[in-house]
């Protein structure tokens, strides 16, 4: 039932004439023999209504009239009645802020603390409505200021604060436990922290409040602060004393800068970075907040962390969040997709290339993330291989360690089907073609894969098991040889070559090094192998159902 739906049949003359504030109609009434405890379908009588409407004179009126009507026991009940809701005139006249209606009824001896169905009270409705003044004459007479008012637990001044009544909270700061807490264990500053009250934060600070105090759950004002992006509440709780380091988490070692890249938050993360413990960033018992950015595609906090040092690979955390790496992860989020910017960028930073990265760029018929590894990373020569660390070429690029470069071949051997999406980008990225003249990839390779393959090499030299498997597959009509692969190699051939060997694929293939050259231009593309015509590739038939 709504029971602020009036009825005329239900609601008095009395009760009429008191809600419009009439003094002289009300008067004439109650003369008359009419009720003023007449009450409507919510319970409201006539004093509820002047009371709610601040009819101060109405008020006066009935008081003076129910004071006249017999003792004062009779009285303080008629005062004291309540609505279906719980509510007594008192806390109706403290809601709307009717201070002096608010002033008769405490004199008439209202009960200041009467609760109402839902546990709120005149001192919390007043608090709720921001009204001041109310506020200063409940605690006067007596207003219980650290009851809980809400099935969450909250005081008057968690509510306060919550609305931002700054000029309430400077008043109940005096009278009001400043650590009480809710159902959660959270502080009326953790409150203003959680919905950006500066100014409440700030006096409740003053007042000596726990900048520090954690919930239930551990969380710190300082990481709720971050998590809402509340920059101006997370720069006072830093400059107060607020630790950027303090573990806010139950589960892993959660700090606020790990909220503030989740939710992207570049300034407070700015912020947070210069204060932060670089622990989080590489340490195993840690977590690096690039995991967060990552799997909440906070590019911009990506991002940042990358340009502030953060590693591009930090730790393993395949207990806690299944993966290796932060490139992993933003792999395994794009799957299906294009590549994410996150990738991008954490390949651009010189993320290692695991198996399963490799993986993500070969075993596919898609070759967006492979072309955006190749733009970032080079293939090494030989003599530049290293084992652990990466050596800078004379633009500023890293080239790929000897173990990425091993696992990139053996996920390419593996990933034979796909070879004519990945081997083109390889062997124009500078990879030596001899690496993959691999019994498997000749065995396993289309036709017209193979015969590119095999236009980067000396095919006249290969090994005697390498020239038998190409044998089998001519006999078995599986390979279809381009007519000059039957015989000897050119000398243009055998001199492109040489020249790519003395150059280096890497400079040959992926600089300007040919134009420089003094031979003719159109020999740029000879030298270059862009003559070759490339294989196209072919989705493999569905498997028959069983």
Partial sequence: MDFTELYADSVSSVAVAARSGCRRRLRRLMKRGFSVDRRDNRGWNALHEAAAAGSTECVQEILSAAAGAGSSRGRAADVNSLTHEGESAAHLAAQRGHLAALRLLLEANANVNQLTNDLSCPLYAAVDGGHREVVELLLSKGAAANRTHTASCWTCLHQAVYKGHSDIVRVLVDVCDLEALDDHKISPLFVA????????????????????????????????????????????????????????????????????????????????????????????????????????????????????????????????????????????????????????????????????????????????????????????????????????????????????????????????????????????????????????????????????????????????????????????????????????????????MQVRSVLGPDQLMRTDVVQQLPVPSPLHVFLRFRDIPQAIYTPSPPSPPL
């Avoid at 380091?245 to 070692?253: I, R």
């Avoid at 018929?365 to 291989?385: A, G, M």
Wanted: charged residues 20%; proline residues 6%; glycine residues 6%.
């Fill in 193 to 496: 922290a959680q919905y950006g009250q500066q100014e409440c934060l700030e006096i409740l600070v003053g007042a000596g409040a726990n900048v520090s105090a954690q919930a239930a759950d551990l969380a710190s004002p300082l990481l709720i602060a971050s998590q809402e992006g509340h920059g101006a509440c997370v720069d006072f709780l830093l400059d107060h004393g607020a630790d950027p380091n303090l573990d806010c988490s139950l589960e892993w070692p959660q700090l606020p800068i790990h909220a503030a890249a989740e939710f992207g938050h570049i300034g407070v993360l700015r912020r947070l970075i210069a204060v932060t413990d670089r622990a989080c960033d590489r340490a195993e018992d840690m977590v690096s907040p690039l995991y967060l950015a990552v799997v909440s595609r906070q590019s911009r906090s990506v991002e940042m962390l990358l340009r502030e040092g953060y590693s591009p690979d930090a730790q393993v955390c395949s207990h806690l969040q299944g993966v290796k790496s932060p490139l992993s992860l933003a792999l395994s989020l794009t799957s299906n997709e294009p590549c994410s910017e996150s990738v991008g960028l954490l390949v651009t930073a010189g993320a290692r290339l695991g198996e399963e990265d490799w993986i993500h760029a070969i075993a596919t018929d898609k070759t967006d993330l492979l072309t955006l590894i190749l733009e970032h990373r080079w293939i090494p020569r030989q003599e530049t291989l290293t084992r652990d660390g990466f050596v800078q070429n004379r633009n500023g690029k890293t080239f790929l360690t000897q173990q990425e470069l091993r696992e990139l071949l053996c996920v390419a051997l593996n990933q034979v089907r796909f070879a004519a999406c990945w081997l083109p980008l390889l062997l124009n990225a500078g990879l030596e073609p001899s690496l993959l003249l691999q019994p498997q990839m000749l065995q396993r390779a289309d036709s017209e894969v193979l015969n590119y393959l095999l236009e980067f090499v000396n095919w006249s030299i290969l090994s005697p098991p390498l020239k038998h498997i190409l044998d089998q597959r001519r006999a078995a009509k599986t390979w279809e040889p381009r007519p000059h692969l039957d015989s000897i190699p050119l000398l243009s051939h055998l001199c492109r």
